[in-house]
């Protein structure tokens, strides 16, 4: 399974956000390799543009370091940002700054609710 990050911040700087957060999240072992850059599908005579994260193969582990290096790299940037991790089904969570630190519980639950059962 694979999820899609995205980070909302002040008008304008979404993917500059998106890439640094990128850069941020290579550096932990437990995501190294498992982050990748998306684009947006680009308007007509554009390229696309860098717009979210896909962090594949989630797992326990994942999830974790997720939050507790989102939760670091939100608060450096001391900026009005929030993260929304989106499962394929379309659920999704969004978490501020201010929500950060309940974070793993919720992702984790929306994540375990959006897989059906075997």
């Known amino acids: 399974m694979s999820v899609r990050i995205e980070v909302r911040g002040p008008a304008g700087s979404d993917a500059a956000l998106v890439r ?25 005579g554009q390229m696309g543009a860098v717009s979210e994260l896909v962090l594949t193969a989630v797992s326990s582990g994942t999830v974790a370091a997720l ?28 978490i501020d700054a201010e929500q950060i630190s309940g974070a793993e519980e919720f992702i984790r639950t929306v994540l375990r609710d959006a897989d059906p059962a075997p």
Not at 67 to 85: C, P, Y
């Open 67 to 94: 939050v507790a290096s989102a939760q670091l790299w939100i608060k450096q940037r001391r900026a009005n940002l929030s993260i929304v991790v989106r499962h394929p089904d379309g659920k999704e969570v969004e």
């Open 20 to 44: 640094d957060l990128h850069a941020w999240l290579q550096r932990e072992d437990d995501l190294r390799g498992r982050v990748g850059l998306a684009g947006a599908a680009p308007e007509p």
